[in-house]
Nanobody, 113 residues
Framework: VQLVESGGGLVQAGGSLRLSCAAS????????MMWVRQPPGKGPELVSR????????YYTDSVKGRFTISRDNAKKTLYLQMNSLKPEDTALYYC???????RGKGTLVTVSS
């Protein structure tokens, strides 16, 4: 079972990034998925989650209207489109399966002011 994130980087405030999470070793379409972030020196925070079909989503208040979670079950890939980025979005972002402890190593997002 493996989750591998990509797409992070350094971006100016107001910019956009698209994170991807490639899944392998399990039946991706059977699991709800989520994005979690951990800012430097702070604890993890649930950013967004999505149901198996993609029909139901949840966003934490601070990213509503700016971030969009999606998934492509045929490609076994989870996405997070992040627009209008703010310095407070700076964090290690990782994807995780809902229901167990499987998570990726994460991709670092740094937003400069």
């Amino acid at each position: 079972v493996q989750l591998v994130e990509s797409g992070g980087g350094l971006v100016q405030a107001g910019g956009s990034l698209r994170l991807s999470c490639a899944a392998s070793g399990f039946t991706f379409s059977n699991y709800g998925m989520m994005w979690v972030r951990q800012p430097p020196g702070k604890g993890p925070e649930l950013v967004s989650r999505i149901s198996t079909s993609g029909g139901n989503t949840y966003y934490t208040d601070s990213v509503k209207g700016r971030f969009t979670i999606s998934r492509d079950n045929a490609k076994k890939t989870l996405y997070l489109q992040m627009n209008s980025l703010k310095p407070e979005d700076t964090a290690l972002y990782y994807c995780a399966k809902i229901g167990d402890s499987t998570r990726g190593k994460g991709t670092l997002v740094t937003v400069s002011s």
